[in-house]
Each structure stands twice: as structure tokens, then as C-alpha cells.
């Protein structure tokens, strides 16, 4: 402000004595600067007057000061925790791109760059597509309000696909439904989960008549070993719940002991209640749900859990579906440990462990999107390697896991092969011995090789 002053102060001074000097004669060339002074001096004059006196006659809501909003957006974003959360919680939500860009004071290429990289990318592109999807369900239901849908536009109304509203998007389950099918193995699974589904869809059509329902469930137990894809089912199992009507979003929070229980008295409660609010409208995911019962201290904090998680289940039983999932006997346990987790959890989902025709076609769609090229020899190197992983590991073997702990060391050996090449050699191409140095390499980490010298474990 006294910046200002001071220079109207100048300014004035400045055409006071051009003015005195063209009173008195003085050059013709003082004419320009005389009137350059006076129309700044007026402009400014206007500049400052004008808001004052709007706001004097009751107009305050209409400034002309040059206060703009400026969103700062950077290309290199620091990702601190924060941040992440942050993304994460717009990733949910389904924002825009350019939305998600403001208010993390990233470009949005940085902004699609971090969810690649956090492998939620195909999360946002189903979030975005419900968000989408939710807004043309508000825009059609306004046009049926006023009357103006159907015979006056010429076009036939979806109506809202919510729970309770006897709608089935057909398309979308179609789409879930083939990501389903599209596994490896989980043949018995695949028919648990159609069996459910059909079961959903002719609730839907019921509720549609008018006809009378039974009570159910759509909580569910995945009961099978680790790395049989368990995570990847109830994401799909989200997308068909969402498309049957029976949630409203289907997007999925996975948790495990640690996201439920508290350290203290009193923390447990406040931790399950934040968990349960985020998953609301789609499915709540325990890994490892049987932990919850597994400690038997006095201190333990899992029974206040499992009970508070009942509450929530009970209060949002239209807005939540619970899929707790682990080792198949831990899971029968677990349920049968509380009669409030038996009368909820009634579907058992059993995933098989994969055969080693169904491993080695994991292993081989990994090669696939990895573009690599594999020969005849290194074929049947891969067909050998996968065979003898369930025998690294024959307790806690981890199926799929293991498959990709054996395509990770392939690219380790293959890198390590290129990199000491003198000549120039294909990219693509992985070889017999990169996946026998592979397998070496886990035998090693796994205390069953014949000949550790030499082998370089990596990690």
C-alpha cells in the first residue's frame, strides 16, 4: 500500500512540473510527456476509485483487482506419503485427470505416470467409468423428473442400476465376466462365482416384478493357498456386484491385521470404522483374515475387531460386501470361532493350487506381455523350471508368486547375459540358460542346490 502512495505521489509531482513547464513555454516536446503522465495518473486514479465506490453502493462481490487464482502444476511431483494418499483417495473417486492435476500441483502425465507405477491405473480407468456412469444415471433421472425423457428425446431411459433398482448392466457383467474366464486354472472357482452371479441376476429380475425375496448374503470366504489369485477374483467380483446392482461403486480396499488392529485400548474401534467408511459401496478385502482370531493374549485386540467389523456389517449391510480370505483350514476356523462370522460368511470360494501345465502358462503369459521370444530349448527349460518349483517349496508354496519370483530372476540372468556380450544381441530373445541360471538361483535361496559356489543369488 505505501508502495502505491509513493507512486502516485511521483506521479503527480511528475505531471505538476511537465504542466508548469508548458505553462511557461517551455519545449514542445514536454506536450507528449504531459499528457503520457496524465492518462497513467488517471487510469490509476480510476483503478483504485471505482472498486470503492462499488463497494460503497453495496456491490462487493464484484471486484476489478487483478487477483487471480493460479494453480501451480510441476512436471517431477515429490510423492511424499501424503501425496500418495492423496492420488489414492482421487484414484477411488474416479477424478479427471486435469481434476487430479490441480489438486496434487502435478501436470497430469506426472499424475498418470504415479498410478502406472503404483499399478492402479486399471483401477482409475473402472473408478472413472462408474463416475462417468453415475453422472448420466443423475442426468437421466433430472430428464425423467421433468417429464422430458423417453417420448420427448425419442430415446428409451436407463434407469439407475443402484441397489434396488432391479436394473442389470448386461454389459458390464458381460465384461467382468470375461476377465473371469480369462484366468489361468481356478476351474471350480469359476464355477462357484457364475453360480453366484446367476443367483444375483435372478434376485434383480424378482425385485424388478415385485416378487418376494429371500434373505441373503454376498459376504464371502476365498479360502485357498497364497498366489492363486485371490486379490485379482474380488476385484473382479466387485465389478459384478456392481454391474448386478448389488453395490453402488464395487471398488475394492484390501487390508490385512495390521489396517484393523489398534495398539491400544480404544484404537481398534476407530481403525476397523475408517477401514469399513472407505470401503463403503464396494468390497471390503482381508488378506489373511484368520489372524484377527490366531493371537490368544489378553492383550490382543482381535476379537474387539472382528466384533466392531460385525457392527458395521450389520448397520451398512446394503452398502458393504465382506470377502475375508487365507488358508482354507484357517478360514474354517476363523469362521467358526464367532457365530456372528458363521451366520455371515456362508460362501466358501476354493482356489485350487495351479498344475504345472497351468503354471507354465502363467509363466509364458508373462513372457508374452514382456515380448519376449522363447525357442525351442528355452521352452522346454521353462516347462522343466516351473515342474520343480512346488518342490522348493512344498509347504508355503506360493503358486503364482513363485511363477513370477522365476520370470524376474529370467530377466536378471538375461540382463547379466547382454550386459557381458561384446557383440549386439536381441533384447527379446531369453534363452535356455537365463532360465536355468533362474532356477539355480532359487535353488540356492531355497537351500537345495547341489552346487552353490559360484551362482550368484541377487538378492
Same mark, same amino acid.
Given at each position: 500500500?505505501?508502495?502505491?502512495?509513493?507512486?502516485?505521489?511521483?506521479?503527480?509531482?511528475?505531471?505538476?512540473?511537465?504542466?508548469?513547464?508548458?505553462?511557461?513555454?517551455?519545449?514542445?516536446?514536454?506536450?507528449?510527456?504531459?499528457?503520457?503522465?496524465?492518462?497513467?495518473?488517471?487510469?490509476?486514479?480510476?483503478?483504485?476509485?471505482?472498486?470503492?465506490?462499488?463497494?460503497?453502493?453495496?456491490?462487493?462481490?464484484?471486484q476489478l483487482s487483478l487477483n487471480w487464482e493460479t494453480i501451480q502444476r510441476v512436471r517431477k511431483p515429490k510423492w511424499t506419503g501424503a501425496a500418495v494418499a492423496k492420488l489414492q483417495k482421487l484414484?477411488?473417486?474416479?477424478?479427471?485427470?486435469?481434476?487430479?492435476?490441480?489438486?496434487?500441483?502435478?501436470?497430469?502425465?506426472?499424475?498418470?505416470?504415479k498410478m502406472v507405477s503404483l499399478n492402479v491405473w486399471a483401477e482409475y480407468e473402472k473408478a472413472r467409468a462408474f463416475k462417468l456412469q453415475d453422472?448420466?444415471?443423475?442426468?437421466?433421472?433430472?430428464?425423467?423428473?421433468?417429464?422430458?425423457?423417453?417420448?420427448?428425446?425419442?430415446?428409451?431411459?436407463?434407469?439407475?442400476?443402484?441397489?434396488?433398482?432391479?436394473?442389470?448392466?448386461?454389459?458390464?457383467?458381460?465384461r467382468a465376466l470375461k476377465d473371469l474366464n480369462k484366468l489361468t486354472g481356478l476351474s471350480r472357482l469359476k464355477s462357484e462365482i457364475h453360480s453366484i452371479t446367476a443367483l444375483a441376476e435372478v434376485r434383480a429380475m424378482r425385485l424388478k416384478e415385485g416378487l418376494p425375496l429371500n434373505s441373503t448374503t454376498a459376504h464371502l470366504v476365498f479360502a485357498g493357498n497364497p498366489g492363486t489369485g485371490k486379490t485379482t477374483v474380488a476385484r473382479i467380483v466387485g465389478d459384478i456386484y456392481r454391474s448386478l446392482g448389488v453395490l453402488k461403486r464395487g471398488h475394492v480396499v484390501e487390508v490385512g491385521r495390521a489396517d484393523l488392529i489398534g495398539e491400544w485400548v480404544g484404537h481398534t474401534a476407530p481403525k476397523v470404522t475408517a477401514v469399513v467408511?472407505?470401503?463403503?459401496?464396494?468390497?471390503?478385502?482381508?488378506?489373511?483374515?484368520?489372524?484377527?482370531?490366531?493371537?490368544?493374549?489378553?492383550?490382543?485386540?482381535?476379537?474387539?475387531?472382528?466384533?466392531?467389523?460385525?457392527?458395521?456389517?450389520?448397520?451398512?449391510?446394503?452398502?458393504?460386501? &465382506?470377502?475375508? =480370505?487365507?488358508?482354507?483350514?484357517?478360514?474354517?476356523?476363523? @469362521? /467358526?470361532?464367532? #457365530?456372528? !462370522?458363521?451366520?455371515?460368511?456362508?460362501?466358501?470360494?476354493?482356489?485350487?493350487?495351479?498344475s504345472n501345465d497351468e503354471l507354465a502358462t502363467i509363466f509364458f503369459s508373462l513372457c508374452k506381455g514382456y515380448k519376449? &521370444?522363447?525357442? =525351442?530349448?528355452?521352452?522346454?527349460?521353462?516347462?522343466?523350471? @516351473? /515342474?520343480?518349483? #512346488?518342490? !522348493?517349496?512344498?509347504?508355503?508354496?506360493?503358486?503364482?508368486?513363485?511363477?513370477?519370483?522365476l520370470f524376474e530372476r529370467c530377466l536378471e540372468s538375461q540382463a547379466l547375459r547382454i550386459r557381458a556380450s561384446t557383440e549386439t544381441v536381441s533384447l527379446v530373445d531369453l534363452r535356455s540358460t537365463d532360465i536355468q541360471l533362474a532356477l539355480e538361483q532359487l535353488k540356492v535361496a531355497a537351500g537345495k542346490s547341489d552346487n552353490n559356489a559360484g551362482v550368484f543369488v541377487g538378492r
Open positions: 500500500m505505501l508502495l502505491r502512495v509513493l507512486l502516485y505521489f511521483c506521479l503527480i509531482c511528475f505531471a505538476t512540473v511537465i504542466s508548469i513547464r508548458h505553462d511557461s513555454k517551455a519545449a514542445a516536446s514536454d506536450d507528449q510527456l504531459l499528457w503520457t503522465a496524465t492518462a497513467l495518473t488517471s487510469f490509476l486514479l480510476v483503478y483504485e476509485l471505482i472498486p470503492l465506490l462499488l463497494r460503497l453502493v453495496g456491490i462487493q462481490k464484484l484414484v477411488s473417486e474416479g477424478e479427471h485427470l486435469e481434476v487430479m492435476g490441480n489438486a496434487l500441483g502435478a501436470m497430469p502425465a506426472a499424475v498418470k505416470s453422472e448420466l444415471n443423475v442426468l437421466e433421472a433430472e430428464l425423467i423428473a421433468r417429464g422430458t425423457s423417453g417420448a420427448a428425446t425419442g430415446k428409451t431411459s436407463r434407469k439407475s442400476r443402484f441397489v434396488g433398482a432391479g436394473q442389470v448392466n448386461k454389459a458390464g457383467l458381460e467408511k472407505r470401503a463403503l459401496d464396494g468390497v471390503l478385502f482381508i488378506d489373511e483374515a484368520y489372524s484377527l482370531t490366531s493371537m490368544q493374549s489378553h492383550d490382543d485386540f482381535g476379537q474387539e475387531a472382528i466384533e466392531t467389523l460385525l457392527t458395521l456389517m450389520e448397520d451398512n449391510r446394503d452398502r458393504l460386501v &465382506v470377502i475375508a =480370505a487365507g488358508y482354507p483350514d484357517l478360514m474354517r476356523h476363523f @469362521v /467358526s470361532s464367532n #457365530p456372528g !462370522l458363521e451366520s455371515r460368511f456362508k460362501a466358501f470360494m476354493h482356489f485350487d493350487d495351479f519376449l &521370444v522363447l525357442d =525351442a530349448d528355452a521352452l522346454q527349460a521353462a516347462n522343466s523350471a @516351473v /515342474s520343480v518349483l #512346488p518342490t !522348493l517349496k512344498k509347504d508355503n508354496f506360493a503358486n503364482g508368486r513363485e511363477v513370477r519370483n
